[in-house]
T-cell receptor, first 111, second 117 residues
Framework: GENVEQHPSTLSVQEGDSAVIKCTYS??????FPWYKQELGKGPQLIID?????GEKKDQRIAVTLNKTAKHFSLHITETQPEDSAVYFC??????????FGKGTTLSVSS | ETGVTQSPTHLIKTRGQQVTLRCSSQ?????VSWYQQALGQGPQFIFQ???????GRGNFPPRFSGLQFPNYSSELNVNALELDDSALYLC????????????????FGAGSRLTVL
């Protein structure tokens, strides 16, 4: 079945710096790649997603890039703020099944 | 527009007992998925319900079962609880049209935290 590897598991940055989280997947048939943010005591919340026919998507300070040949995709957060501190999960959708999640990255932004 | 609501938020059970968790989907959503999130891990897919029938299942034993009701709300039942069942159980809903098209935009609830002693 599909497997998603996410790195790093923890990431600490200074406020204003950029943060990058990377995920690799195993099945080339995967066609949808969302990123979720989970704050303490809450469920995961979708922050950005990309489909297989697009290479990059940006929404204000957040961007996602997809390299289908290499089977990896990345989340980029620029000008980080303390409220960006949370656990971030990547996921992939293999057609006909459910979302498969990575193990998460704990992002800490210090001011 | 109401989001996904889950109950109870926390509960403690002992090994061998049974538990029922409940979920109300977001308005306009008629597909419900359940995920198990162990501490420090990503959510793992348990199963999905669409039109009151199971529409996909992850690698979980039959003692994990579910229901979906005509109002699209759902229940997750776990029998013969084991210590390893301790986790956050997440319910997520999605519009059926998106689910069937292959893009599964999920809206998650805050979860039910189950502790098995």
């Amino acid at each position: 079945g599909e497997n998603v590897e996410q790195h790093p598991s923890t990431l600490s940055v200074q406020e204003g710096d950029s943060a990058v989280i990377k995920c690799t997947y195993s099945d080339s048939a995967s066609n949808y790649f969302p990123w979720y943010k989970q704050e303490l005591g809450k469920g995961p919340q979708l922050i950005i997603d990309i489909r297989s026919n697009v290479g990059e998507k940006k929404d204000q300070r957040i961007a996602v890039t997809l390299n289908k040949t290499a089977k990896h995709f990345s989340l980029h957060i620029t000008e980080t703020q303390p409220e960006d501190s949370a656990v971030y999960f990547c996921a992939t959708l293999y057609p006909g099944t459910a979302l498969i999640f990575g193990k998460g990255t704990t992002l800490s932004v210090s001011s | 527009e109401t989001g996904v609501t889950q109950s109870p938020t926390h509960l403690i059970k002992t090994r061998g007992q049974q538990v029922t968790l409940r979920c109300s989907s977001q308005s306009g959503h008629n597909t419900v998925s359940w995920y198990q999130q162990a501490l420090g891990q990503g959510p793992q897919f348990i199963f999905q319900y669409y039109r009151e029938e199971e529409n996909g299942r992850g690698n979980f034993p039959p003692r994990f079962s579910g229901l979906q009701f005509p109002n699209y709300s759902s229940e997750l039942n776990v029998n013969a609880l084991e210590l390893d069942d301790s986790a956050l159980y997440l319910c997520a809903s999605s519009p059926a049209a998106l689910a069937l098209s292959g893009a599964n935009v999920l809206t998650f609830g805050a979860g039910s935290r189950l502790t098995v002693l």
